[in-house]
């Protein structure tokens, strides 16, 4: 409400920063995949199409982005604004090679409100007990840094994109 504006009243002056109803723009934050520079996009700026400010390459490509242990923490701590879903497969794996197609066609679907990552937990033995895997593959549904919902087994593309979905709309 704005002071009643009478002759002769004191009309207080307000700091900007104090209007009501004033919105905190979403930016949203990603790792690019080709050079690990956090780049911001504003809100409005269709991230799907965004530019690395460092190496000019796209920050979403549509497809995966294959990460080791400590790249996974990198965008586990630079992600803002978006979420992140993680495969966790090994090239040993008979389902996680025949989902490997399905979840190359969710990141179509989730970006750029999902970016996709894989990490081979062949390769990366550490990183993937410290999420607790037990069998693969293994999906993972990080916002913040945290891990929201997890689940196990090979799915369609349709079906990881419907669960991705329902968790984050679900918390
Ligand atoms: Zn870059």
């Known amino acids: 409400m704005r002071a009643k504006e009478r002759p002769g009243a004191?009309?207080?002056?307000?700091?900007?920063?104090?209007?009501?109803?004033?919105?905190?723009?979403?930016?949203?934050?990603?790792?690019?995949?080709?050079?690990?520079?956090?780049?911001?996009?504003p809100e409005g700026r269709d991230a799907g199409q965004a530019k690395c400010g460092k190496?000019?390459?796209?920050?979403?490509?549509?497809?995966?982005?294959?990460?080791?242990?400590?790249?996974?923490?990198?965008h586990r701590a630079g992600t803002k604004g978006a979420a992140?879903?993680?495969d966790v497969w090994a090239p040993r794996c008979g389902p996680c090679r025949s989902m490997a197609p399905q979840f190359a066609q969710a990141a179509k679907a989730l970006?750029?409100?999902v970016r996709l990552l894989k990490l081979n937990s062949?390769?990366?033995?550490?990183?993937?007990?410290?999420?607790?895997v037990s069998g693969i593959p293994a999906l993972?549904?990080?916002?913040?840094?945290?891990?929201?919902?997890?689940?196990?087994?090979a799915m369609p593309a349709t079906q990881i994109v419907a669960w991705a979905r329902g968790a984050l709309a679900a918390g």
């Open 10 to 41: 004191y009309i207080p002056v307000r700091p900007s920063h104090a209007m009501p109803c004033q919105r905190v723009p979403a930016v949203k934050q990603y790792l690019c995949p080709h050079c690990a520079a956090a780049n911001r996009v």
């Open 55 to 74: 190496c000019h390459e796209l920050l979403l490509t549509g497809a995966p982005v294959e990460v080791t242990g400590a790249q996974l923490a990198a």
């Open 84 to 86: 992140l879903l993680l």
């Open 111 to 113: 970006e750029p409100d």
């Open 122 to 132: 062949d390769a990366e033995p550490a990183a993937a007990s410290a999420l607790g």
């Open 140 to 153: 993972f549904l990080i916002r913040d840094g945290k891990v929201i919902a997890q689940t196990a087994g």
